[in-house]
């Protein structure tokens, strides 16, 4: 156990006291104030300690010794710890400002051959991730760190006024083997972890949602590496896509992967990271976008596999299935997500498309499904208002077609939706004509 004057509050206070004379009532206040700024991050002793360094206050503090603890033995008692261990994942910077302060921190997580934390950085640490002095493998050591419990329950370290990061320290310890960049063609559902590097092939802008009441916001990236791949960006991480352009070479640390409406997704989350045009890129300049092509085709001579356009009218709309999936991974769950503690509603809808050439069965899911019946909250009461509202409906499908082996046919598999444009069919049927 590291025993200082930090672990004090109230020797600190009669320092201040003594020194500056100021009431013991103003220094409780000015500390309650303190950890308000820090986001509840700092002890009461650490804020009492922060006031009286900017007071002048001098403290007599014992040097903590040079024994760095295994993670897996950290407890919340020990107050503070020296602790060592391979860097295994990076949170982006973010920036706080609050009642006239502000400044940067950032989260690393740090691993041993006992266990894994997360340390939390503040201002001229953080900036040693935003200048990308501290990288994935990279052996951290952090002494003097405060260990402290985490909203989540979880032990944390937050390296507060006292606290310092060594990088590459010599420590006589064994740290696991992190897992390098992948190949886009090696990723598979379910993958956590996850390191690709990948050139920018498309941008999608930042889009808004409400899911009853949490907001957030979403955008997405096509890159490829010679195969290409959707990253979603979740947060604070869809900001990004204002800094990134079509060309640009972007690793994306420590993601997941996820399948969505058939094709496999790279998810961004508070855990990942994207680092724009890295100085450890591959060479990627042979990569070129591989646009798909779509072709407008009858449904009398669909083929499984192909990437079609279809324009028909909706028949029938079957009544949806709806299921419950957590907002923040995806995942199907019955009730709540045991990770993320979230879930919501959303939809499998079916319908049934007619071209004159055929009757063509489409399935939708989720969000576009939502989006087609024009629902906000899915609920049966909404669902049933608006099925009427399409049928009959004449539009533009896009989609993947599926061979249905259960039902012995083929089926639409519809990523996206328009309402006829007249005139460009128009100009459509006029430039086959030529």
């Known amino acids: 156990m590291i025993s200082s004057i930090l672990d004090n509050k109230d020797m600190i206070i009669e320092r201040i006291v003594k020194e500056k004379g100021i009431p013991r009532?103003?220094?409780?206040?000015?500390?309650?104030?303190?950890?308000?700024?820090?986001?509840?991050?700092?002890?009461?002793?650490?804020?009492?300690?922060?006031?009286?360094?900017?007071?002048?206050?001098?403290?007599?503090?014992?040097?903590?010794?040079?024994?760095?603890?295994?993670?897996?033995?950290?407890?919340?008692?020990?107050?503070?710890?020296?602790?060592?261990?391979?860097?295994?994942?990076?949170?982006?910077?973010?920036?706080?400002?609050?009642?006239?302060?502000?400044?940067?921190?950032?989260?690393?997580?740090?691993?041993?051959?006992?266990?894994?934390?997360?340390?939390?950085?503040?201002?001229?640490?953080?900036?040693?991730?935003?200048?990308?002095?501290?990288?994935?493998?990279?052996?951290?050591?952090?002494?003097?760190?405060?260990?402290?419990?985490?909203?989540?329950?979880?032990?944390?370290?937050?390296?507060?006024?006292?606290?310092?990061?060594?990088?590459?320290?010599?420590?006589?310890?064994?740290?696991?083997?992190?897992?390098?960049?992948?190949?886009?063609?090696?990723?598979?559902?379910?993958?956590?972890?996850?390191?690709?590097?990948?050139?920018?092939?498309?941008?999608?802008?930042?889009?808004?949602?409400?899911?009853?009441?949490?907001?957030?916001?979403?955008?997405?990236?096509?890159?490829?590496?010679?195969?290409?791949?959707?990253?979603?960006?979740?947060?604070?991480n869809a900001d990004l896509v204002s800094k990134i352009n079509v060309g640009d070479i972007v690793k994306v640390e420590n993601a997941y992967t996820k399948t969505n409406n058939d094709r496999l997704e790279l998810h961004v989350g508070w855990k990942s990271r994207v680092l724009v045009n890295p100085e450890d890129s591959p060479d990627l300049s042979n990569i070129n976008a591989k646009t798909e092509t779509i072709k407008r085709k009858t449904i009398n001579n669909l083929k499984s596999g192909e990437l079609v356009e279809i324009r028909g009218t909706v028949v029938q709309v079957y009544p949806p299935t709806i299921i419950t999936v957590c907002p923040e991974c995806g995942e199907i769950v019955d009730e709540i997500c045991p990770e993320h503690g979230q879930s919501r509603k959303t939809l499998i809808l079916n319908l049934e498309i007619d071209d004159g050439t055929g009757v063509l069965r489409g399935v939708m899911f989720r969000k576009t499904a939502e989006d087609f019946l024009g629902v906000s909250e899915v609920s049966r009461e909404s669902i049933d208002e608006k099925i009427n509202d399409v049928l009959g409906e004449e539009m533009v499908f896009r989609g993947v077609v599926k061979e249905n082996q259960i039902f012995d046919r083929l089926e639409l598999h519809i990523r996206e939706f328009e309402a006829l444009d007249l005139t460009q069919e128009i100009e459509m049927i006029m430039g086959r004509g030529d």
């Open 25 to 236: 009532e103003q220094i409780e206040e000015m500390i309650k104030k303190r950890i308000d700024e820090y986001g509840g991050l700092l002890t009461e002793a650490g804020a009492a300690f922060s006031i009286a360094r900017e007071l002048g206050v001098k403290l007599e503090l014992p040097e903590i010794g040079e024994e760095w603890i295994d993670i897996g033995k950290l407890s919340e008692e020990m107050g503070f710890a020296n602790i060592a261990g391979v860097v295994k994942a990076i949170s982006p910077v973010r920036e706080w400002e609050k009642e006239g302060r502000s400044g940067k921190l950032a989260r690393i997580l740090l691993a041993d051959s006992t266990g894994e934390i997360w340390v939390i950085l503040w201002n001229q640490d953080a900036e040693l991730v935003e200048n990308r002095k501290i990288n994935l493998g990279d052996i951290i050591g952090i002494k003097n760190g405060n260990i402290r419990r985490a909203l989540n329950g979880d032990l944390e370290i937050s390296l507060g006024l006292r606290g310092r990061v060594i990088i590459n320290p010599n420590v006589d310890k064994e740290f696991p083997e992190i897992q390098g960049s992948r190949k886009i063609g090696e990723l598979k559902d379910g993958m956590d972890s996850v390191s690709v590097f990948g050139k920018v092939l498309q941008v999608f802008p930042v889009k808004e949602f409400t899911d009853g009441e949490r907001k957030g916001k979403v955008a997405s990236l096509i890159i490829s590496d010679g195969d290409e791949i959707r990253v979603v960006l979740w947060g604070d």
